[in-house]
């Protein structure tokens, strides 16, 4: 538990620092997004349109970078509302098939009776999409990714499951530490986003992984 807190700790402080930068370079690059999409849609220039779409698509990527590090900023308040899950994960759904269709993955849901829960749609959104990007990254060419809710005894569970080569050892043991990658491009932030966004919804993240494939469980707690 110690370590946990030491762990969360030395997010804040990454997190605090990220987020003022990001602020600041987010503006001229929405900035610059939008010439590049307005030139890049004139006729004039319509011999550079595949350099266009690679310009948007790493502008995108830069993006989505900052966004991973402004959401280990402390400040961020949490917003909880009786949600109902399977309706969020319907939500992001066409999202994640978009992304997966490309790698020849199929999505399945298997979505169970399951209560209405107090999150914050919005992380658990991020939670979801951190968790499915993962295992589709896991399967670069082709096959099943699942995510099922159900509940048992102790409340309601999301699990997202793919058919990858599974997590290493070594990165098992210290995954949710930022900066932990074994991707080239990877930030490594995704899951330690992940443990800091289920320890804000006192849930608990559970791990089964194997040459098979991994599934990673959250368990939401019942709130009566
Ligand atoms: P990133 O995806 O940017 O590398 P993450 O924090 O999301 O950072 O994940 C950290 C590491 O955990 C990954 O680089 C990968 O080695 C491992 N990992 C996470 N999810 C999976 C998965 N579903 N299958 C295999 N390895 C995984
Ligand atoms: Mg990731």
Do not use: W
């Amino acid at each position: 538990l110690e370590q946990d807190v030491a762990r969360l700790d030395r997010l804040n402080i990454v997190g605090q620092m990220a987020a003022n930068l990001a602020h600041e370079v987010r503006n001229p690059l929405t900035t610059v997004r939008g010439y590049l999409q307005l030139f890049g849609n004139k006729r004039e220039f319509q011999h550079y349109k595949e350099q266009f779409t690679l310009l948007l698509d790493e502008l995108d990527r830069t993006n989505h970078i900052i966004t991973e590090y402004l959401a280990l900023s402390k400040n961020k308040s949490i917003e909880m509302k009786k949600c109902n899950l399977n309706e969020i994960i319907l939500t992001i759904h066409p999202l994640i098939k978009a992304d997966a269709v490309s790698f020849n993955i199929e999505t399945v849901l298997e979505l169970g009776k399951i209560p209405n829960l107090y999150l914050d749609d919005k992380e658990i959104k991020q939670l979801i999409l951190n968790f499915t990007r993962n295992a589709i990254e896991a399967m670069p060419s082709g096959g099943k990714l699942t995510i099922t809710t159900t509940i048992d005894s102790k409340g309601t569970i999301l699990s997202v499951a793919d058919q990858g080569p599974g997590i290493p050892q070594q990165v098992l043991e210290n995954l949710g530490k930022p900066f932990l990658t074994t991707k080239a491009t990877g930030t490594g932030l995704g899951m330690a986003i992940c443990y800091r966004i289920a320890h804000r919804h006192n849930a608990k993240l559970d791990i089964n992984t194997g040459p098979a494939g991994t599934t990673i469980n959250i368990r939401f707690e019942t709130i009566n």
